[in-house]
């Protein structure tokens, strides 16, 4: 057996050590770990695992060996303190002291990573706080986008007339306001001349009093939608929420949809299509509705996932009906990218031109249920190739086929972009729907 004493790297603790020592002493006592995003960083004392939390609840990133972290899929509310060293020492031959294991719960409960009361109260905290204030500030600006106002207008301006642009738009053109537009989230620096096509057509077609945005939830969420109801704010200045909208949407609904609207804070994909919404329409009004959705193909059609299924049929359908009453024109805006491939996303290999032949032709398949408007359609498309190349806007695509009166769709622009020095590869595209 292997000795792993000082396998951790820990911070200081600031807890109060006899609560502490009162709620492990416990038999009840089952660590829980939340859901977190793991990734490797480079250390001065080699490759150690960094935990961060997307929500934003715990606010530092805390650092862990791998060994730590192999500990951690233990954690998962089921076992208590003893019964964890048990199964190290049967499964893993780990011999582990149980100061070392108290340690590392310590380490995350006072990071807050761990699902408890601690947790829920700062969650709750943060939560109130952040409707309370009314308006979710500008996470990226001066990161994906400039931060200075005419800078950032200049730029998406320049998106337009740079190589793969849609070109300067043109007069409203004679054709109905959208039902539906697919645009990509992919960072503004490398996929922003695709995003053009998108609000092109937007632009020569009368503006919608309401978009209603579907962003993809990267961190997942408890009731697979949030919709989020206080108002946006970026360099170009601040978008209103509609919350009428919001409140007959919650009146047609079942369910509770404001869950989850700290998540809403560090998710990219709802605020890079507000700032093209500000450049596009600048001298009209015009509100939003904000809502992640975060489900994947096996969620619609896998029985064990029934009251997930629920929830969806819920949702699009009292979105549909939402729509359907309101006064006045409506757009409901996807935020999403297609295929992820290459080292960065788990694959061996770099892509090569025949592999990426491959994925244009998925994604095309995929698409043309796009142009037919087929929700059902479109989830077999990804289900039939068991989502092999890892579509991200999967769930904002088929929420708003479902949700809307399309009968027809159009693809604008098709692209795709190199991640990083390992050449993988994000695809993604502009449509829009009648």
Known sequence: MINYAGIFCLTAFVLNPLLFQERTSSMDFRPQLRFVDAFPVETENGEMIALRDPSGIARDTILLS????????YFTGEHDVETILRILTRDASLELEKKQLLDLIKTL?????????????????????????????????????????????????????????????????????????????????IGGATYTHAYKAMVESPVADVYVIIGTGHSGLKNIYSVLPIDFETPLGRVETDKDFIKNLQANTNRDYSADVLLHKTEHTIEFQVVFLQQAFADKPFKIVP????????????????????????????LKKTINEYPGKVTVLASVDMAHVGPRYGDKNIPDDGFLADVRQADMNALEFV??????????????IEDKYRICGFAPIYTLLSSTDAKQGKVLKYDKGVMDDNESVVSYCSAVLY
């Open 66 to 73: 791998r060994m730590a972290v192999f500990i951690l899929q």
């Open 109 to 189: 409960d006072e990071n807050l990573f761990l699902q408890n009361e601690r947790y829920l109260e700062a969650k709750k905290i943060m939560e109130t706080e952040f409707i309370a204030s009314g308006i979710r500030t500008a996470t990226y600006a001066g990161a994906s986008y400039p931060a200075d106002r005419e800078e950032l207008n200049a730029t998406l301006v320049n998106f337009y007339q740079e190589e793969g642009g849609a070109g300067v738009p043109g007069p409203v053109n004679g054709l109905p306001t959208p039902a539906g537009v697919i645009a990509p989230h992919i960072d503004l620096r």
């Open 291 to 318: 809502v992640l959705a975060s489900f994947n193909y096996q969620m619609l059609e896998d029985p064990y996932f029934k009251p997930d299924q629920e929830c969806i049929e819920d949702f699009t359908t009292a």
């Open 371 to 384: 142009k037919a408007a087929d929700a059902r359609g479109w989830a077999k498309a990804i289900s039939d």
